[in-house]
C-alpha cells in the first residue's frame, strides 16, 4: 500500500494581514501557529512562547486590539485581521529612537519585570486591558494580569506598573511612586487604592 500525501495546494495559503501597522503577505503552512508565523517568518521574536497550549499568557498578542494567545491560533485564521506584538506597542520618535508606550513606561518605572520573559505577554495583555477599562482599581488590575503568569516577579510590582500605566494615559508627567505596596497589598503614594480611582 502506498501512503497519500496532500497535494502541496491544500498545505499551504496565502495570507495577507497587517502586523504592527505594516502590511504583510505570506504563504504559510496551513498548520503554522501565528506564534511560529511571527517569530520565525516575520522575525518578531518579541512574543514569547512558554506552554504552547494557552496556559502561561506569554504568546499573547493583539487581535484587532485584543488580546490573544497566538500558540493557539493558526496564522491562515487571521488572514485579513490586523496584529500587534511587542514590537508594535511604542511609537518611533522623529529623532529615530523609539518612544515607549505608557505599559512599557510604567514596567520601567515600577520594576515589573525580572528575567523578562512573560513581559511581552504582560504588556500586550495590559494593553487592551486598560483600553476596556483605563482606570482600575487594585483588585480590577490582579484580574487583568490574572491569565498570565510570571515565575519572578511575585505579581506585586506588574500589578503597581498597571495602575502606573493608567496615570501614564492621563498625564505623561504623572510623578513617578514611590513607596509601592503595603503589606496587605494596596497602593498607595500616587495610585488608588481598592476602590478608588
Ligand atoms: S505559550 Fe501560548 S499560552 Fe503559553
Ligand atoms: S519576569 Fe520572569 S517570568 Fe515574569
Known amino acids: 500500500m502506498t501512503m497519500s500525501t496532500a497535494a502541496p495546494g491544500l498545505t499551504r495559503r496565502a495570507v495577507s494581514l497587517t502586523v504592527n501597522g505594516v ?21 518578531l521574536t518579541g512574543t514569547h512562547l512558554g506552554c504552547e497550549h494557552g496556559v502561561c499568557g506569554a504568546c499573547t498578542v493583539l487581535l484587532d486590539g485584543l488580546p490573544v494567545r497566538s500558540c493557539l491560533l493558526f496564522a491562515v485564521t487571521v488572514d485579513g485581521h490586523e496584529i500587534t506584538t511587542i ?3 511604542g511609537s518611533l520618535k522623529p529623532d529615530g529612537t523609539m518612544q515607549p508606550s505608557p505599559v512599557q ?28 477599562n483605563p482606570h482600575p482599581t487594585v ?34 508627567d504623572a510623578p513617578l511612586p514611590d513607596e509601592g505596596f503595603d503589606a496587605d497589598g494596596d497602593a498607595h503614594g500616587a495610585h488608588g487604592k481598592d476602590g478608588e480611582n
Do not use: W
Not at 110 to 127: E, R, S, Y
Not at 146 to 168: F, K, W
Open 23 to 43: 502590511h504583510r503577505t505570506a504563504e504559510v503552512e496551513v498548520r503554522r501557529t501565528l506564534a511560529d508565523f511571527l517569530r520565525h517568518d516575520l522575525a
Open 105 to 132: 513606561q510604567a514596567f520601567r518605572d515600577c520594576h515589573a519585570l525580572q528575567c523578562g520573559f512573560c513581559t511581552p505577554g504582560m504588556l500586550t495583555t495590559i494593553t487592551a486591558g486598560l483600553k476596556e
Open 87 to 89: 514590537e508594535g506597542l
Open 139 to 172: 483588585d480590577d488590575a490582579v484580574e487583568m494580569i490574572s491569565g498570565n503568569l510570571c515565575r519572578c516577579t511575585g505579581y506585586q510590582n506588574i500589578v503597581e506598573a498597571v495602575l502606573r500605566a493608567a496615570e501614564l494615559m492621563e498625564n505623561p
